[in-house]
């Protein structure tokens, strides 16, 4: 489990620095814009050019400076209070869904779903309401949006795509949070199924994002019984028939001692292939996806000691 959280967590504080540089960079340019005479580390020159500039084309349309021209910190403090309260808001929601407890998986997806889509509505709330303070009209922002949404939607064809797409994942249930698939030969944990885009995770904890229409051909490992396999050396001197017998001891007892994984008894194949030196043999298991690499691991762990303490070697060399 450490492993698999490791590069996840190693994310985390760089995409908080960012946002933070992202906000400090938003207030400095708005600062620059209205007060230039704050910001001590600009030239004299510097500020009679902003001035100018703000003078020459944002003066008719900046709705947070007054009637008198000197600007409007109220204006700007409710902004900033909105914008807090839209995040706490947020928040609250992101931990109630996370209270959820839920078994089933498709439950859990549309779950995780359904906090996607009220974040979308609050950023966009947000816009909208923190307009209506700076003093625009939001009616006219609203039918601007209508007129901006119909020419974006022309080069914005892919995005659109991938949420028809995400949308008819749900609702066929191709898979849900949870499972484990393969795509474009990349397996990995399905973590979230978002309206754009699906995350997923592999056995080493590497994170995957993939555009929901790029997901057009997939494998829904959880759907089916996987196979475990174990490959064992045994050495051509060795007596085939007491190594058989070894390995016949040693299934019967892993559904016992390892319930987790070995719902049913493993498979003695027979004989994989022979070599001059060695001979392979086979034991197949059925397990669930998620645990196919752990059992194999548990099977070559016990094959492995049971050999040992019949005196069988794994090679002549």
Request: glycine share 6%; proline share 3%; aromatic share 8%.
């Amino acid at each position: 489990m450490t492993e698999k959280t490791k590069p996840i967590q190693k994310k985390q504080p760089r995409k908080t620095t960012s946002r933070l540089i992202g906000i400090i960079m938003i207030l400095l340019i708005l600062l620059a814009l209205n007060l230039p005479q704050l910001l001590f580390f600009l030239k004299p020159e510097q500020q009679e050019a902003i001035n100018l500039f703000r003078e020459t084309y944002l003066d008719q349309y900046t709705p947070i400076r007054n009637a008198e021209g000197g600007f409007d910190w109220l204006r700007l403090v409710a902004l900033a209070i909105m914008i807090a309260s839209c995040w706490a808001v947020s928040r609250v929601i992101k931990w109630i869904f996370s209270l959820v407890k839920v078994k089933n998986r498709h439950v859990e997806t549309l779950k995780g779903l359904a906090a996607n889509v009220i974040r979308y509505a609050i950023v966009i709330f947000a816009i909208i309401f923190g307009l209506n303070i700076l003093g625009a009209d939001v009616l006219t922002v609203i039918a601007g949006l209508g007129i901006l949404a119909l020419i974006i939607g022309f080069g914005a064809q892919s995005l659109i795509e991938d949420i028809f797409s995400g949308l008819f994942i749900l609702f066929e249930g191709r898979f849900y949070v949870g499972d484990i698939i393969n795509v474009d030969d990349f397996r990995g944990e399905v973590k979230s199924i978002g309206i754009v885009s699906t995350q997923l995770a592999d056995a080493g904890g590497n994170l995957r994002v993939i555009n929901n229409s790029d997901i057009r051909v997939l494998t829904n490992l959880s759907e089916i019984t996987s196979v475990a396999v174990s490959l064992i050396s045994v050495a051509c001197s060795a007596d085939l028939d007491q190594a058989e017998e070894v390995i016949a001891a040693v299934t019967k007892t892993l559904p016992e001692k390892y319930p987790k994984y070995f719902k049913s008894e493993p498979r003695y194949v027979g004989v994989e292939s022979l070599n001059e030196t060695n001979v392979v043999l086979k034991v197949t298991a059925s397990v669930e996806e998620a645990n196919i690499y752990m059992a194999r691991r548990m099977m070559n762990r016990e094959f492995k000691k049971a050999l040992d303490a019949a005196g069988i070697k794994p090679s002549d060399l």
